[in-house]
Nanobody, 120 residues
Framework: QLVESGGGLVQAGGSLRLSCAAS????????MGWFRQAPGKEREFVAS????????ANADSVKGRFTISRDNAKNTVYLQMNSLKPEDTAVYYC???????????????WGQGTQVTVSS
């Protein structure tokens, strides 16, 4: 089970930190990813992190603004979002996959999502 938290309403230029707590799986054996879906749009990749946290990947749209990290002792993955823009408004989902990458199909488990709204 994956449970996201930390979403909310923020002004453009602000920051939010999303968390995703995992249970029922051996967390350190899973790559973790963050995806987002805006109204009327396809779900899109945001960021991913490997099993140890030593390697990360980000979508071009969030490079330099968002940072993914994980704490295997706490079974938690984070997404620090800075310099938020109105176009970042979406439901954000975390996902777990043994070989996860930027493709949603590579993830086996998904959270329920948390809403992030950025006002201009």
């Amino acid at each position: 089970q994956l449970v996201e938290s930390g979403g909310g309403l923020v002004q453009a230029g602000g920051s939010l930190r999303l968390s995703c707590a995992a249970s029922g799986l051996t967390f350190s054996r899973y790559k973790m990813g963050w995806f987002r879906q805006a109204p009327g749009k396809e779900r899109e990749f945001v960021a991913s992190i490997d099993w140890s946290g030593g390697s990360t990947a980000n979508a071009d749209s969030v490079k330099g603004r968002f940072t993914i990290s994980r704490d295997n002792a706490k079974n938690t993955v984070y997404l620090q979002m800075n310099s938020l823009k109105p176009e970042d408004t979406a439901v954000y989902y975390c996902a777990a996959g043994k070989y996860g990458n930027s493709a949603a199909i590579t993830y086996d488990y998904w959270g329920q999502g948390t809403q992030v709204t950025v006002s201009s």
